[in-house]
C-alpha cells in the first residue's frame, strides 16, 4: 500500500461524500490546539510586551477578514482600511459623543455600521475585476480618508478624536497599565472571530468561494451564483474589519485619521502574503511577523525598517509563493513522508 | 473671476501634463504585459534624484540633466526588467502588486538613508523662473516649459507608435500577444525596449516634477496614486487616453484644491470611482 493508492482511495471517498470530506476538513488537529494555547504565553513570559501583543491581536483579525475575501474569494483589495477605520470611528464617537463606553455592545454597533457599508460597497466591488477593481478598492478607501479628513467637526480631523474612555468589561475587567486586559480582550475577539472564519470557510459556501476564486465563468455554469456569494463574503469581511478597527479604539483610547491609511490597507495585504494567503493561520503569522518585525526594527533604525519589509516581501513573492506558512507546511509535507 | 478659471486651467493643464509624462510609460507597459508595475512612481523618482545630483554635485545645466534622468532611469529599470519583474510574468496580479509595492518600500527606504526625509529644491535657470502676461493672465513660464515639453513628448510618443517599424511592433503585441508571437515578433524584447522608454519618461518625469511639486523619498508612493489614477481612467495601452486621463486629473485636482479646497481630494477619487464603474476598462479601454 503506498501512499498514493491511499490518496486516490480518499479522494474517492470525497466524492462520494462531499459533507464529510468538508467535516474532515474542519477537524481539530493538535497544532492549533498547541497555537492557540502558546498565545497565552506572553500573560507569563513578556508581561512587558502585552501591548503589542494585543497590536498583534488586533492586527491579525482585521488580516483575517482580509484573507476571507482575498485568500478564499479572491478580491484583491487595497483599500480595506476603510472599514477598519469606519469601525475605529464608531467606537470612537460612541464614547466621544454620545457617551457610551461600554465595550462589547460598542464592538457590535462598530461591526454593524463596517457592515452595513460593506453591503452597499459590495454592490460596487462584484462589477469590476482586475486593475479596476485594486483601482475602485483604492479609491474607495481614499475617498473615505478624505471624507473623515474634511468632517473634522466630527473626526476631530488631523489632530484625532479625543475623548474616548472605554469603561470596564462587562464591569469588571479594567483597561490597566499594563495592557493584561487589552491583551485578553483582543485575544478572547481574535478567537471568536477566527472560528466565525473557519466556520464559514470549511462550509459549502466557504467551498463555493473557492470555486469564483479559481474560475469566474465556471460557477454560474455549476448552479453557482458567484455574485451574491461574494456580495455575502464582502459583508462579512467587513463587519469583521470593523470589529478589529473598534477593538484598537477600544483599547488605545484614541482614534487618528491613521487608521483609514493606505499605508494600513497596503501593510494588511503585506501582513497576509507574508504569512500566505488562503489560510486563516497565515494572516495570523504575517500580522505576527510584521508586527514583531517592525517593534525590533524600528526600534534599531525608525527610518529604514520598510528596507527590511520590502526585501521579505520580495523574497517571499519570488520564492514563496505560498507566503511562510505555505513553505513551512511544504517543507513539513516532504519531510514527512 | 473668469480669469481666475483660465488660470486654474492653465496651472491644470500643466500638471495634467507632468502627470502625462509620468504615466504613460506604465499605460503601454500595462497593456502590453498585463504587468501591473507599482513601482513606476519609483522610476519617476530616480530621475528626479539624478537631476538633483547632477545640479548640485557636478554643476550640470538644468536642461541636460533632463536626458539623464530619463537615460539613468531607463536604464535601470531595464536591469530590474531583465533580472526580477520577468519572473512575475506569468504571476497573478497579487504577486506582481506586492513585489512592485516591496520594491517602493526598498527604494523609499535607499533614497530616505542616501538624501534624508527632507526636501530636495533646486535652482532653477533664470530664463524658466517668474511668469509672463499673455492676454492679460499671468503665466509661469516654468509651466509653459512643461507644457511644451510635454506637447514635443506626446507628438514623439504618437508619431514613434503610429509611423515607426517598432511602433508597430508594439501595438501589435498590445493588440494580441499571441498572434504578435506566433507572426515571429520577439515580443519579450519588445517588451523590454517598452518597459525602458516607459520607465525613461517615469524619469523624465520625475525631474520635471521636482519645480512643481517636490521631491521627497515618498514621491514614489505618492505618485503612485495619481498614476494609477491616470492609467485606468485612461485604459490600459492607449495613449490618447493617457493624455485625456492626465489632463482630467491635472484640471480637476488644481481646479478642486483652488475651488472647493475641503473636499477637493475626495471629488477626485469619486470621479475614479464612478468613472470606472460606469466603464471598468477606463474611457478609451478596448480590452
Do not use: C
Request: no cysteine.
Amino acid at each position: 500500500m503506498s501512499a498514493e493508492h491511499t490518496q486516490i482511495e480518499r479522494r474517492s471517498t470525497a466524492v462520494q461524500q462531499p459533507l464529510e470530506w468538508l467535516k474532515g476538513q474542519s477537524r481539530w488537529s493538535v497544532f492549533e490546539l498547541l497555537f492557540w494555547v502558546a498565545a497565552l504565553i506572553p500573560f507569563f513570559f513578556f508581561p512587558t510586551y502585552l501591548t503589542l501583543f494585543s497590536q498583534i491581536a488586533i492586527a491579525a483579525l482585521f488580516a483575517i477578514s482580509v484573507d476571507l475575501i482575498l485568500g478564499y474569494a479572491g478580491i484583491v483589495t487595497l483599500g480595506h482600511a476603510m472599514f477598519f477605520g469606519l469601525g475605529a470611528y464608531v467606537a470612537g464617537l460612541l464614547s466621544a459623543k454620545l457617551g457610551w463606553g461600554e465595550p462589547i455592545t460598542g464592538l457590535m454597533i462598530s461591526g454593524a455600521f463596517a457592515g452595513l457599508v460593506g453591503f452597499l460597497v459590495s454592490f460596487l466591488i462584484v462589477r469590476v475585476q482586475h486593475l479596476a477593481l485594486i483601482m475602485v478598492t483604492l479609491g474607495l478607501g481614499l475617498l473615505t480618508y478624505e471624507l473623515a479628513n474634511s468632517m473634522s467637526w466630527l473626526t476631530g480631523g488631523t489632530d484625532g478624536l479625543l475623548g474616548v474612555k472605554t469603561w470596564d468589561i462587562l464591569g469588571y475587567f479594567r483597561f490597566d497599565l499594563w495592557g493584561y486586559t487589552a491583551y485578553g480582550y483582543s485575544l478572547a475577539a481574535l478567537l471568536i472571530g477566527f472560528l466565525a472564519s473557519r466556520r464559514i470557510v470549511n462550509s459549502s459556501f466557504g467551498l463555493a468561494l473557492r470555486g469564483i476564486r479559481e474560475n469566474t465563468a465556471r460557477m454560474p455554469v455549476i448552479g453557482s451564483e458567484y455574485r451574491w456569494h461574494l456580495q455575502k463574503i464582502y459583508t462579512i469581511s467587513a463587519v469583521i474589519a470593523g470589529i478589529a478597527g473598534a477593538m484598537l479604539t477600544q483599547t488605545t483610547n484614541f482614534v487618528t485619521l491613521e487608521v483609514l491609511s493606505f499605508q494600513r490597507s497596503a501593510d494588511v495585504v503585506v501582513m497576509l502574503i507574508l504569512g500566505g494567503t488562503g489560510r486563516l493561520y497565515g494572516a495570523i503569522l504575517g500580522a505576527l511577523i510584521f508586527l514583531l518585525m517592525r517593534d525590533q526594527l524600528a526600534g534599531i533604525n525608525p527610518q529604514y525598517w520598510y528596507f527590511w519589509i520590502g526585501l521579505l516581501l520580495m523574497v517571499v513573492v519570488l520564492f514563496m509563493p505560498k507566503g511562510i506558512l505555505g513553505r513551512l507546511s511544504d517543507l513539513v509535507r516532504r519531510f514527512g513522508r | 473671476m473668469i480669469g481666475n478659471i483660465a488660470i486654474v486651467l492653465f496651472d491644470g493643464f500643466a500638471f495634467g501634463m507632468l502627470l502625462f509624462v509620468l504615466s504613460v510609460g506604465l499605460s503601454v507597459t500595462l497593456g502590453l504585459m498585463n504587468f501591473i508595475n507599482l513601482a513606476h512612481g519609483a522610476f519617476g523618482m530616480i530621475g528626479g534624484y539624478v537631476t538633483v545630483l547632477a545640479m548640485r554635485q557636478f554643476g550640470v545645466p538644468f536642461l541636460l540633466t533632463l536626458p539623464a534622468a530619463f537615460l539613468i532611469a531607463a536604464l535601470v529599470s531595464v536591469f530590474f526588467e531583465r533580472t526580477l519583474f520577468r519572473r512575475l510574468y506569468r504571476a497573478g496580479e497579487l504577486n506582481q502588486v506586492l513585489f512592485t509595492i516591496g520594491l517602493v518600500f526598498v527604494a523609499t527606504a535607499v533614497a530616505t538613508y542616501f538624501f534624508g526625509t527632507g526636501q530636495q529644491p533646486i535652482v532653477l535657470p533664470s530664463w524658466l523662473r517668474g511668469s509672463v502676461e499673455i492676454a492679460g493672465l499671468r503665466l509661469g513660464v516654468y509651466r509653459i516649459f512643461l507644457i511644451a515639453i510635454a506637447l514635443v513628448i506626446v507628438a514623439l510618443v504618437y508619431f514613434g507608435l503610429e509611423q515607426t517599424r517598432m511602433g508597430a511592433q508594439i501595438r501589435a503585441s498590445v493588440d494580441n500577444q499571441r498572434v504578435a508571437q506566433g507572426l515571429g515578433l520577439d515580443v519579450e524584447r519588445i517588451f523590454a525596449v517598452t518597459f525602458a522608454l516607459g520607465s525613461g519618461l517615469a524619469g523624465l518625469g520625475g525631474a520635471l516634477a521636482i519645480e512643481i511639486v517636490g521631491l521627497d523619498p515618498s514621491f514614489g508612493f505618492h505618485f503612485l496614486v495619481y498614476v494609477l489614477i491616470v492609467v485606468a481612467v485612461g485604459g490600459l495601452g492607449s495613449v490618447a487616453g493617457s493624455f485625456v486621463g492626465a489632463a482630467l486629473l491635472g484640471i480637476g485636482d488644481v481646479a478642486g484644491k483652488y475651488f472647493v479646497p475641503e473636499i477637493g481630494s475626495f471629488l477626485i477619487y469619486l470621479l475614479l470611482v464612478g468613472i470606472l464603474l460606469v466603464r471598468p476598462l477606463g474611457l478609451f479601454g478596448k480590452r
